[in-house]
């Protein structure tokens, strides 16, 4: 069994006119990747970028006209290279060098000051920065849990990382697992079909599959990256986005049937990849669900199937993120993103000389997010933009801390003139229980009557009803999921979607509740 450890951190770069400035990034990319042996995060031979190029430089630095939208690893790190070179960034960065500690100094509290120490071919040094940024990022540490697969210690055959993987020779006409349906576990299960005797894919939840074109050809984020769709993110309810983006998603093909379709009560998540369902469709993919247990030669699987006389394993379950070089309380503060503010600043500094850059999810090109927040971060190191005292953020993560611990649903009823009975679920309280103000789910083209309130809710619950000036746009066909089958008879409740004309009930922050629709209906004897 394959054991790792953190790898190092290497780069030290002083920057900027503010000071000294450290900053520790940790993508470490080389032309030879397959050679490499310094333990840092690398990448498969065949890797393309799922980003178009018109979506992911630097916006000083544009790729070259010549580049393909979606360029191999290598064009990219060409791309790195060319921008360090462009300016002159190079003699500022220590390479081979880590980073054992970064400590604050004694007079932390008047001048932010952090006491950094690193090492360099076994020589230590010391010395002092003005400022920190920590730019590690996700895919630090491989994420390998072995304990949530009974039996893989009995497992005789080969067991790694999809960091480990390379390229697909080694595993020529074996028996493939590869666990995790992320863009890693799809691309690398495509690249070993064309090799491997077989390729088994598992996935726990299910994804949506994108292609990297869109209609017309184009490069698909480029052309739904836009801020007309990021309006209507905003305001339209997220069960109808929903609805739209699975009717969207399976016109390419059935998601269902290709056994991607995502599991009911699962975040939804997406990939990108456009040869994964020919692979499925060829036979040379066979998707399963999560892996139950091991045997000595087998795969046992949720749904009950087996898999016998399998060689290799492929771990395509991400990476784990964490500081090593930081003190307590700061390297536990910075490991619960929670108490980053904004997902850059700590929140318990007297000093605002520390940031974390690029510890975000995201579905664009982390380059362009990942300038924003340095940009942001510098300005706030030199004193040109502000962040709220360190008493409003605090209060702010006790009060995140109290929605996360709060009960997901409260349930109220209605009845209907026809004595159909809807039962409407009014979800987790937008702001305080306090204010009355709930997302709120109602289907029917009937009038709602009350028939029972939210426990210690009553009041707020029904004011809000009776204070809205509401819009109600009616279906014109009812779907089957919004037919109330009463005998043969189907009874249609239409879905109402209500649109707010006037202002609702605010709180004294003057912040407006906000409205999203979905229900369950039951039929009442």
Same mark, same amino acid.
Request: hydrophobic share 35%; aromatic share 10%.
């Given at each position: 069994?394959?054991?790792?450890?953190?790898?190092?951190?290497?780069?030290?770069?002083?920057?900027?006119?503010?000071?000294?400035?450290?900053?520790?990034?940790?993508?470490?990319?080389?032309?030879?990747?397959?050679?490499?042996?310094?333990?840092?995060?690398?990448?498969?031979?065949?890797?393309?970028?799922?980003?178009?190029?018109?979506?992911? @430089?630097?916006?000083?630095?544009?790729?070259?006209?010549?580049?393909?939208? *979606?360029?191999?690893?290598?064009?990219?790190?060409?791309?790195?290279?060319?921008?360090?070179?462009?300016?002159?960034?190079?003699?500022?960065?220590?390479?081979?060098?880590?980073?054992?500690?970064?400590?604050?100094?004694?007079?932390?509290?008047?001048?932010?000051?952090?006491?950094?120490?690193?090492?360099?071919?076994?020589?230590?040094?010391?010395?002092?920065?003005?400022?920190?940024?920590?730019?590690?990022?996700?895919?630090?540490?491989?994420?390998?849990?072995?304990?949530?697969?009974?039996?893989?210690?009995?497992?005789?055959?080969?067991?790694?990382?999809?960091?480990?993987?390379?390229?697909?020779?080694?595993?020529?006409?074996?028996?493939?697992?590869?666990?995790?349906?992320?863009?890693?576990?799809?691309?690398?299960?495509?690249?070993?079909?064309?090799?491997?005797?077989?390729?088994?894919?598992?996935?726990?939840?299910?994804?949506?599959?994108?292609?990297?074109?869109?209609?017309?050809?184009?490069?698909?984020?480029?052309?739904?990256?836009?801020?007309?769709?990021?309006?209507?993110?905003?305001?339209?309810?997220? @069960?109808?986005?929903?609805?739209?983006?699975?009717?969207?998603?399976?016109?390419?093909?059935?998601?269902?049937?290709?056994?991607?379709?995502?599991?009911?009560?699962?975040?939804?998540?997406?990939?990108?990849?456009?040869?994964?369902?020919?692979?499925?469709?060829?036979?040379?993919?066979?998707?399963?669900?999560?892996?139950?247990?091991?045997?000595?030669?087998?795969?046992?699987?949720?749904?009950?199937?087996?898999?016998?006389?399998?060689?290799?394993?492929?771990?395509?379950?991400?990476?784990?993120?964490? *500081?090593?070089?930081?003190?307590?309380?700061?390297?536990?503060? @910075?490991?619960?993103?929670?108490?980053?503010?904004?997902?850059? *600043?700590?929140?318990?500094?007297?000093?605002?000389?520390?940031?974390?850059?690029?510890?975000?999810?995201?579905?664009?090109?982390?380059?362009?997010?990942?300038?924003?927040?340095?940009?942001?971060?510098?300005?706030?190191?030199?004193?040109?933009?502000?962040?709220?005292?360190?008493?409003?953020?605090?209060?702010?993560?006790?009060?995140?801390?109290?929605?996360?611990?709060?009960?997901?649903?409260?349930?109220?009823?209605?009845?209907?003139?026809?004595?159909?009975?809807?039962?409407?679920?009014?979800?987790?309280?937008?702001?305080?229980?306090?204010?009355?103000?709930?997302?709120?789910?109602?289907?029917?083209?009937?009038?709602?009557?009350?028939?029972?309130?939210?426990?210690?809710?009553?009041?707020?619950?029904?004011?809000?009803?009776?204070?809205?000036?509401?819009?109600?746009?009616?279906?014109?066909?009812?779907?089957?999921?919004?037919?109330?089958?009463?005998?043969?008879?189907?009874?249609?409740?239409?879905?109402?979607?209500?649109? @707010?004309?006037?202002?609702?009930?605010?709180?004294?922050?003057?912040?407006?509740?906000?409205?999203?629709?979905?229900?369950?209906?039951?039929?009442?004897?």
């Amino acid at each position: 069994m394959r054991t790792w450890s953190p790898p190092a951190l290497r780069e030290v770069t002083t920057l900027g006119d503010y000071g000294s400035l450290l900053c520790v990034p940790s993508l470490h990319l080389s032309p030879s990747i397959e050679d490499s042996k310094d333990g840092m995060t690398r990448v498969y031979r065949s890797l393309v970028t799922n980003v178009c190029k018109e979506m992911s @430089c630097y916006s000083d630095f544009p790729f070259q006209e010549d580049y393909p939208n *979606f360029m191999s690893h290598g064009k990219f790190w060409d791309y790195l290279q060319a921008f360090a070179k462009h300016f002159d960034l190079l003699k500022y960065i220590s390479f081979k060098t880590t980073v054992c500690s970064v400590t604050k100094c004694p007079d932390f509290s008047e001048n932010g000051q952090w006491d950094v120490v690193t090492e360099t071919e076994g020589k230590q040094n010391r010395a002092v920065f003005d400022a920190v940024m920590v730019c590690t990022g996700h895919f630090l540490n491989p994420h390998l849990p072995l304990e949530s697969f009974p039996g893989v210690h009995n497992f005789q055959g080969q067991i790694l990382h999809s960091q480990e993987y390379r390229t697909p020779e080694a595993f020529q006409g074996k028996r493939v697992l590869v666990i995790g349906l992320g863009n890693t576990g799809g691309d690398i299960a495509v690249e070993l079909s064309r090799t491997a005797a077989q390729v088994f894919l598992s996935t726990r939840t299910g994804t949506w599959v994108y292609s990297r074109s869109s209609v017309g050809g184009y490069p698909r984020n480029m052309m739904s990256t836009r801020r007309c769709n990021n309006l209507i993110a905003q305001v339209v309810p997220s @069960c109808f986005l929903n609805w739209i983006q699975e009717r969207q998603m399976n016109k390419r093909f059935n998601h269902e049937n290709y056994g991607l379709s995502i599991t009911k009560g699962k975040k939804k998540k997406a990939i990108v990849n456009d040869e994964l369902p020919t692979c499925i469709l060829c036979g040379t993919i066979t998707v399963k669900t999560s892996v139950k247990e091991f045997t000595e030669t087998s795969a046992v699987f949720e749904d009950g199937t087996v898999e016998t006389n399998m060689d290799t394993v492929i771990f395509a379950t991400g990476y784990t993120f964490s *500081f090593p070089f930081l003190e307590e309380p700061l390297k536990s503060l @910075c490991s619960k993103k929670m108490f980053l503010y904004k997902r850059v *600043f700590p929140q318990n500094l007297e000093k605002t000389t520390f940031a974390v850059i690029g510890l975000i999810s995201l579905t664009g090109s982390i380059l362009a997010a990942t300038e924003l927040q340095a940009r942001w971060a510098t300005r706030v190191f030199k004193g040109l933009c502000k962040i709220p005292p360190t008493q409003k953020l605090m209060a702010e993560v006790i009060r995140k801390q109290q929605l996360i611990k709060r009960p997901l649903a409260n349930t109220v009823s209605y009845y209907l003139p026809n004595k159909s009975r809807i039962q409407t679920l009014l979800m987790t309280p937008l702001l305080s229980p306090e204010t009355g103000l709930f997302r709120i789910l109602s289907v029917s083209h009937f009038p709602l009557c009350p028939l029972a309130q939210p426990q210690g809710q009553a009041a707020p619950c029904r004011s809000l009803f009776e204070d809205l000036q509401l819009h109600r746009v009616l279906s014109q066909k009812p779907s089957p999921a919004s037919t109330i089958h009463r005998g043969t008879k189907p009874l249609c409740a239409h879905i109402t979607l209500l649109a @707010c004309c006037s202002p609702l009930t605010h709180t004294a922050s003057g912040a407006p509740a906000s409205l999203l629709f979905l229900t369950q209906a039951k039929h009442h004897p």
